[in-house]
Structures are given as structure tokens and as C-alpha cells.
């Protein structure tokens, strides 16, 4: 992909990832695995495009009201021991399926605009707040662990 935008010294790539990308929720791990692969791919070819003046950038809508999850998505057979997992997780998900798709044009086509745009771009009011709440779970754990990792020289 590279050498097709090397000649070119600008652009902007959009890719359609999810907060799914960054963040995970029980009983969607394979859609998970995607979006984080999506992720991957996209920050490290930000950073090797970026001197031939191409921008790269990571759409990761929230809850939206869509199909998403509905009768387009396909599942597996489902697990009787799993039904409470699966009743917190649809419970949960009701709140954060809010989002109107039609809202979402402007936001995108100011990101084409901008002159420096985000490497990512959370989609709708909730992302934010799961996002910070993820990353600071996280940063908890690491620092928790920190004295044992920095022995392991």
C-alpha cells in the first residue's frame, strides 16, 4: 500500500474500525480480534506514510442504532452455560445503542478536513467515557504489577 501512495505525497485514508478496536466486551470476542488487527495495521502504516504527507485515520463509532448485532451478523450456536453472560451483555448494550447514524456525516467529513487529523476518532457521546475507563483499569493493572515486571530484566 505504500509504494501505490509513495508518488503521490498526500492523502488521507479512512478506515472503519469500532470502539470494539480498542476496548472489549464479552460474547464478541471474534469481532474483537478484527477491529484490534485493523488498529494494528492502521498505526504503524500512519507512521510509515506520514513523510510521503499521507494521513491515516481510525473511525471508531460507539453505539449506534444499526443492524450491527441484529439478523445481518451471523452467530454461533449458542451455550446454555453462557446465558448469563449473554443476558449483562445485551442488558448493558441497550444504553449504548443510542446513536443516530445520519448524525455521523459532518463529524466524518470534518475529519477529512482537518489539517491534522486524529490517528483515531471515537464515534458518539458514550465512547469517551468507556475508553478513559478501559485505559485507566488498565494502567491500574500495569502499575499494580510494575515492581515484579521490572525484576524480569
Do not use: C
Not at 471474534?30 to 488498529?39: D, G, I, N, P, V
Not at 504527507?53 to 445481518?72: C, H
Not at 445503542?97 to 458514550?126: H, T, Y
Request: glycine fraction near 8%; avoid cysteine.
Amino acid at each position: 500500500m505504500t509504494a501505490v501512495f509513495a508518488g503521490q505525497l498526500s492523502g488521507h485514508l479512512l478506515s472503519t474500525s469500532s470502539i470494539g478496536g480498542v476496548t472489549a466486551f464479552p460474547t464478541v470476542g471474534l469481532h474483537h480480534a478484527s477491529k484490534w488487527r485493523l488498529e494494528a495495521i492502521n498505526q504503524s502504516l500512519a507512521q510509515e506514510v506520514a513523510s510521503f504527507g499521507i494521513r491515516v485515520t481510525l473511525i471508531e463509532p460507539a453505539g449506534y442504532t444499526t443492524d450491527w448485532s441484529g439478523p445481518s451478523s451471523q452467530h454461533a450456536t449458542e451455550i446454555a452455560a453462557y446465558d448469563p453472560v449473554r443476558e449483562q451483555r445485551a442488558e448493558s448494550g441497550k444504553s449504548r445503542m443510542k446513536g443516530d447514524p445520519e448524525a455521523i456525516g459532518d463529524a466524518i467529513l470534518q475529519i477529512v478536513d482537518a489539517e491534522k487529523p486524529p490517528l483515531r476518532f471515537l464515534l458518539g457521546s458514550d465512547g469517551l467515557p468507556i475508553i478513559s475507563k478501559h485505559y485507566e483499569s488498565r494502567l491500574a493493572e500495569w502499575d499494580e504489577w510494575d515492581t515484579l515486571s521490572s525484576k524480569a530484566k
